[in-house]
């Protein structure tokens, strides 16, 4: 399989923890985009990553999140001191930049993460 | 008043039956348009895009973009219980357009339940 991949799928954690996630994106795409999905509601933008430099980060990522991509290859996502509120759905995609001005963000399945 | 509207639904309809979704917004840089389809569980996953105004067509399924009125919808011919799923409109500006331009805006999606 040549998607997106993420681990872990699903994680369990106590607030206060701290999580780190996984995205491995799709070979030779130079994009990464992050996005939190809540239940009933549309991924919301994180941040995102061209090659190794994070290029954007939304309000939404508090200090508590740091986000990486050291070699722009694979990315993580990490959640310090982690709050109840940040039980969600975390949407790693990416794309490739070509040409052509619209390049279509190929989406992971998720990690679904519930803080206890 | 949030970027971008959508009903929740959830929506049921007939096996056979056309069904239309839609959604609104507010920012008229958007300039690109997509249809995501999310199954249970999983990440979304592109059905089409339009760039601007106008119509698309492909297979079963017709994407409409009226700018004038910040409106766009996806129709679905001949439905099947296969396309039982949440549909997500999402947005976007141009490249190179400033801050945000790459990343997507999705409205909350519409849960669609295809009876057979």
Not at chain 1, 28 to 45: A, C, D, I, K, S
Not at chain 2, 46 to 56: F, I, P, Q, R, V
Request: net charge positive.
């Amino acid at each position: 399989d040549t998607g997106v991949s993420q681990d872990p799928r699903h994680k369990i954690t106590k607030r206060g923890q701290n999580v780190t996630f996984r995205c491995d994106p799709i070979s030779e795409h130079n994009r990464l985009y992050w996005y939190r999905q809540t239940l009933g509601q549309g991924p919301e933008f994180l941040t995102y990553f061209q090659n190794e430099a994070q290029l954007e980060k939304s309000r939404l990522l508090s200090d508590r999140f740091s986000a990486e991509r050291p070699k722009g290859s694979f990315s993580t996502l990490e959640i310090q001191r982690t709050e109840q509120g940040d039980s969600a759905m975390y949407l790693c995609a990416s794309s490739l930049t070509t040409s052509v001005e619209y390049n279509e963000q190929f989406f992971g399945p998720g990690t679904r993460l519930t803080v206890l | 008043q949030k970027e971008v509207e959508q009903d929740p639904g959830p929506l049921s309809v007939p096996e056979g039956a056309i069904v239309s979704l839609n959604c609104t917004y507010s920012n008229s840089a958007f300039q690109y348009f997509m249809w995501y389809r999310q199954y249970s569980r999983k990440g979304p996953e592109l059905l089409m895009y339009t760039y601007s105004s106008g119509n698309k067509e492909d297979g079963r399924f017709t994407a409409q973009v009226d700018k004038s009125s910040k409106y766009i919808s996806l129709f679905i011919r001949d439905s099947q219980p296969s396309d039982s799923a949440t549909y997500l409109c999402a947005m976007r500006r141009v490249p190179h357009s400033g801050a945000g331009s790459y990343q997507l805006t999705f409205g909350k999606g519409t849960k669609l339940s295809v009876i057979p």
